[in-house]
T-cell receptor, first 107, second 112 residues
């Protein structure tokens, strides 16, 4: 089946730093989403991005479907950005989540 | 709009007990999903319902049953709970399978 790998698995940054999170997938997909799971466990939609580039404030994402990867950029990190970032892909009726990148922003 | 709601928020069961997790959405979505999340893992799809009246197995369906009661509600039942079913359960919904999903707050289930 389709494999989804996220890197890095863990990331510790100082407040104000920028970061890039990566999601690789092993097959063509119908769609891709990025989520943020906050320290209270809530899953928050960040981007629905099967292809192309989107921006929302300090966050942006790019998916290059032909090369089977997506990137999530976080600029000027804040402590509230801490948590786990997941990408999830869908191929036909299969939905696969990556194992996530755990981000910890130090004040 | 409440979005996606789940009840209960927490539950403790003994091995062999049964229970039903409830999920409802008020976004007029057609598709609904049940996932489980185990420590250090991403979410894994248990069952989904592409539309009212249909249900299909996901990646980890064993030990679970589902009911799409109507367009708004999608329940997950554990007939005989096992410690391996200790997890956090998330419900989600979307307009269709190809659209973005919105998640409920989760149910933390412990099976002793």
């Amino acid at each position: 089946g389709i494999q989804v790998e996220q890197s890095p698995p863990d990331l510790i940054l100082q407040e104000g730093a920028n970061s890039t999170l990566r999601c690789n997938f092993s097959d063509s997909v119908n769609n891709l989403q990025w989520f943020h799971q906050n320290p209270w466990g809530q899953l928050i939609n960040l981007f629905y991005i099967p292809s192309g580039t989107k921006q929302n404030g300090r966050l942006s994402a790019t998916t290059v479907a032909t090369e089977r990867y997506s990137l999530l950029y976080i600029s000027s990190s804040q402590t509230t950005d801490s948590g786990v970032y997941f990408c999830a892909v869908r191929k036909q009726d299969k939905i696969i989540f990556g194992k996530g990148t755990r981000l910890h922003i130090l004040p | 709009n409440a979005g996606v709601t789940q009840t209960p928020k927490f539950q403790v069961l003994k091995t062999g007990q049964s229970m039903t997790l409830q999920c409802a959405q008020d976004m007029n979505h057609n598709s609904m999903y049940w996932y489980r999340q185990d420590p250090g893992m991403g979410l894994r799809l248990i069952y989904y319902s592409a539309s009212e009246g249909t249900t299909d197995k996901g990646e980890v369906p064993n030990g679970y049953n589902v009911s799409r009661l109507n367009k708004r509600e999608f329940s997950l039942r554990l007939e005989s709970a096992a410690p391996s079913q200790t997890s956090v359960y998330f419900c989600a919904s979307s307009f269709s399978g190809s659209n973005e999903q919105f998640f409920g707050p989760g149910t933390r289930l412990t099976v002793l």
